[in-house]
């Protein structure tokens, strides 16, 4: 093929099918010419410099678990890690063992020795001879559970055979809990969707197991382990840089020997650090969904509609809550959720409503829907405001911002963190649509083309992720980001053609609704509208039914009135009076309503200083321009890394031809490829000694045998 500067169909060779693919870029000799002088050209050395751990805030703890499998030092870093978390260790071993908590890390571990780091108490289970530890919040038949709490929402489960988990998560919230047996063995569950998540680093030396990605590498740096770049997973990130993720594709993370663990499975580790999964109930779920049947759908539309109720009852019947924000749009999302907050709380004055402010001056369609839904409720719109900490420098405000998403989730805007408030409570329907609607084949636009062998169906859906919103972002023949992808697709459980489903969900879906990142960042956020009945709703009928039917009729059944309100697209409007009847059109909005509390907002605007930005006020204040700044000389400082320049060569690209002009510094996809590039530059700082950093460009090799070989023993220790 000449090459040429031009974006156009290539041939992909992955798994020895070739597959053509559409609009991937291809430089030419020129474009890569102008790349290496651009990269050549005086850098501004970004000094973004993580903090130790993100801000935790209950009911958000820190936990880690660490298992020996040889002699292993352990730094005095460990120790100032937990005090900064006000964690502290436990040594779990003997019947006295939640009795030696003590704050000072051991200097070394033996071989089958094990260490807890938790800032949560442990709770006794004494029935089952064990002790658990939580994070988060769970909703348990109509009950708010927080933080050590969430370990009470489990259910023991029948013991089938030695890979059955001894407890089942069946219930939703945002929630992680670790049990540890008498004998040594650990189990590890999430809430049923996976909404929260464990982190794993597993070596020859140790096994860590982890509440949080940093924590996890935190971790495994004090007890020695060199960190290296996972190349194949950095290249699946940018083979597009404007993919429906948000955040990592696969379970394998940015740095060799980490991953992720997806939510159809329940991790657990013996007592010599040997791990084993077996199957979550979600995972039970997705591998035998329903016949859709009439009836069926009935029976679940009214689970899910008592479900809602119940969650959105833990939440108002909460004493130590004083405020809920429901936030507001067109969509049906957060309809949803207010309508089983108003199935619940109809004149509970603690409510009120909050919509997004349009950009322009005229409303938006979120705005008039949201004034129309005022006026049918009788609530008023917030005129709380949170006392924001700052105003920051840039680097410490992206440091803030990484270090709270760190590795897990690229989607946000860099605005100033919170200081927190217990007391409110911001709920809405972030994530929702990925528990109700169907993001398979059909919802994602994907054509499976007709082929010669079951296991091609797979390959080729896989590489059509990538050109799904991908125009004029794809690399012309990734070295492994198509492929892994590929490899990924073939282990999902369920049917081929729904695997592009359970990837959105596994991979994006469980963080962009989680709490854990606004509440470091000082938001406590809750979604009580995703039910394992819904859930259930979307595998039996979401590959059959029209996409808003599920959660139109659910809102219908909780409120009919608020259901007969139109919507902020016209889809969703015909999809109701198909079914339901006319929409109303009797409501008389008042803009003034919203225009009054957001004024009293504004008058109301608090600031506290950031003791670390005030200690230093001539550095640059925050912005989007000097956030595109920053990672503009970050990328610029990452492809002077041999190994990292092929890989960020499309990122350039963006930069350079779309970046603030094709499309606005605020927009998603301009969000997304600047965080990437932050995340990356910050990954990279960790895994590569200052020294060589200063040199650029001699550690190519290093690094990726370091990479090779600890991917290496990971699927030895898998």
């Known amino acids: 093929m000449a090459e040429r500067t031009a974006d156009y169909h290539v041939i992909v060779s992955a798994g020895g099918v070739d597959t053509e693919t559409e609009w991937q870029f291809v430089p030419s000799a020129s474009e890569r010419t102008e790349f290496h002088r651009w990269l050549a050209e005086p850098l501004q050395r970004p000094s973004v410099v993580l903090p130790l751990l993100p801000a935790t805030n209950s009911p958000y703890e820190t936990i880690a678990f660490v298992w020996a499998k040889r002699r292993t030092r352990v730094a005095v870093a460990l120790s100032a890690l937990a005090q900064s978390a006000g964690a502290k260790f436990i040594s779990p071993t003997g019947p006295d063992a939640l009795m030696r908590a003590h704050s000072e890390a051991p200097t070394r571990l033996n071989s089958g020795d094990s260490l807890v780091l938790t800032s949560a108490e442990p709770v006794e289970l004494s029935s089952m001879r064990a ?145 084993m999964t077996s199957l979550s109930l979600l995972g039970s779920d997705v591998a035998a969904p329903d016949r859709l049947t009439a009836e069926r759908y009935t029976d679940l539309i009214e689970q899910a509609a008592e479900e809602i109720r119940a969650n959105c009852r833990a939440i108002v019947s909460d004493p130590d809550i004083e405020s809920i924000r429901c936030d507001i749009t067109g969509g049906l999302d957060s309809r949803l959720v207010l309508a089983g907050i108003l199935s619940t709380a109809a004149s509970d004055t603690r409510v009120s409503l909050f919509t997004e402010e349009s950009a322009g001056s005229d409303f938006s369609d979120d705005e008039e829907v949201a004034l129309l839904i005022a006026d049918y409720t009788g609530l008023s719109f917030s005129d709380q405001t949170a006392i924001n900490i700052g105003q920051c420098a840039v680097e410490h405000l992206a440091a803030k911002q990484v270090a709270a998403t760190f590795g897990t989730y690229w989607h946000r805007l860099h605005d100033h963190p919170w200081v927190w408030d217990a007391k409110t409570v911001y709920v809405g329907g972030a994530g929702l649509g990925n528990v109700a609607r169907d993001y398979s084949t059909s919802g994602w636009q994907l054509a499976p083309a007709r082929v010669a062998a079951v296991e091609e169906v797979a390959r080729n859906l896989a590489l059509q992720v990538f050109k799904w919103r991908g125009r004029a972002s794809l690399k012309a023949a990734p070295r492994a980001g198509i492929s892994s992808i590929a490899s990924a697709w073939d282990t999902l459980p369920g049917d081929e053609a729904e695997k592009g489903s359970l990837l959105f969900n596994f991979h994006r879906a469980r963080f962009h609704g989680g709490g854990a990142i606004p509440a470091s960042l000082g938001a406590w956020r809750i979604s009580p509208g995703a039910t394992r009945a819904l859930h259930l709703l979307r595998l039996m009928a979401g590959p059959l039914l029209n996409g808003p039917r599920v959660q139109i009729d659910l809102i219908h059944k909780l409120n009919p009135g608020l259901a007969a309100i139109p919507y902020g697209r016209e889809s969703y409007n015909e ?28 008058e109301h605007l608090t600031w506290v200083d950031c003791e670390t930005c005030a200690a230093t006020p001539s550095r640059t204040p925050a912005s989007r321009e000097a956030l595109a700044t920053l990672a503009h000389e970050s990328l610029r400082e990452l492809g002077r890394d041999e ?32 965080n990437k590039v932050l995340h990356l530059h910050a990954l990279w700082s960790l895994a590569v000694p200052s020294q060589d950093r200063q040199r650029l460009g001699s550690l190519g090799a290093a690094t990726r045998a370091k990479m090779d070989q600890l991917r290496n023993r990971a699927r030895r220790h898998s």
């Not at 999809?575 to 504004?602: F, I, M, Q």
């Not at 990292?644 to 963006?654: N, S, V, W």
Request: aromatic share 10%; proline share 4%.
């Open 575 to 602: 999809a109701y009076s198909a079914v339901h009847g006319e929409l109303r059109r009797d409501l008389r909005p008042n803009p003034g309503k919203l225009t009054r509390a957001r004024k009293e907002a504004t």
């Open 131 to 275: 002790w658990g530890v939580g994070s988060g919040v769970a909703f348990d038949n109509g009950e708010l559970r927080r933080s050590r709490d969430v370990v009470g929402a489990l259910s023991s489960a029948p013991i089938a055979g030695r890979e059955s988990p001894r407890f089942m998560s069946r219930n939703c919230g945002d929630f992680l809990a670790a049990v540890r047996f008498a004998d040594g063995h650990t189990e590890f569950h999430t809430d049923y969707l996976g909404v929260s998540g464990w982190f794993e680093y597993v070596s020859d030396k140790v096994h860590i197991v982890a509440s949080s990605f940093l924590l996890a590498v935190r971790v495994a740096a004090a007890v020695g382990e060199n960190l290296a770049l996972n190349l194949d997973v950095i290249d699946a990130d940018f083979t597009s840089l404007t993919q429906p993720f948000q955040q990592p594709l696969l379970d394998q993370l940015e740095l060799a020997g980490f991953s992720c663990v997806t939510p159809d499975k329940v991790l657990s580790v013996s007592s010599t650090g040997e791990r």
């Open 643 to 674: 190994d990292l320049r092929e890989i960020l060569l499309p990122a350039y690209r963006f930069f350079r031809d779309h970046l603030g002009t094709t499309f606005p510094l605020e927009h998603s996809y301009s969000r997304t490829v600047m």
